[in-house]
């Protein structure tokens, strides 16, 4: 069973519309300028990004539960679903603070805290938005603007469930971050 997409294809005509409607929105949020960097391997979102806005972007794959020894400083770094990933967003939060640059941005989208039948099971956390207020604050980061990223697709990929359905009407919240 192959696991891993090929880069020949990796076409936009291919990707889910789950997919295609998320890039299409994050691209209308997002500004990366400077050094850009992107949490975690190479994937197709990094790449239409870069695509898109015709820059380059260092994929930062580290072990994110842990601290890190990268010196590198970025001037934008996008986080796009990785923080309900982590065990401890907070010092995920504290090593993207540190390699960035001052003046520098934060991208970061995270599910919304749905009921627990709901929940990804590979997610630590979805957190709820007071809590996730709180850690922006205990990280000394600001949020500039926020907004919301569809995820799902064409309504007929989920009507084979209940689940499913509801999972249709899920979206992701998006924010611009700055250091305090």
């Known amino acids: 069973m192959k696991t891993k997409l090929e880069k020949n294809e990796l076409w936009f005509d291919k990707y889910p519309n789950s997919f295609t409607n998320r890039v299409k929105e994050t691209i209308k949020f997002i500004n990366p300028t400077g050094a850009v960097a992107d949490c975690g391997e190479n994937n197709p979102m990094k790449e239409s990004i870069e695509k898109h806005f015709n820059t380059k972007i260092t994929s930062l794959n580290w072990n994110f539960n842990e601290k890190h020894s990268i010196t590198e400083k970025y001037d934008t770094i996008l986080c796009f679903e990785v923080l309900e990933h982590v065990f401890n967003p907070l010092l995920f939060l504290e090593e ?85």
């Open 96 to 180: 993207l603070k540190r390699i960035l640059n001052p003046n520098g941005k934060i991208y970061i989208s995270t599910p919304y805290q749905y009921p627990q039948f709901l929940k990804a099971i590979h997610h630590y956390h979805e957190i709820p938005k007071d809590r996730l207020m709180w850690l922006f604050t205990e990280a000394n980061l600001h949020v500039v603007t926020s907004g919301k990223v569809t995820i799902a697709g064409n309504w007929y990929n989920h009507i084979i469930g209940f689940r499913p359905i509801l999972r249709y009407f899920q979206k992701s919240r998006i924010f611009l971050l700055k250091v305090e």
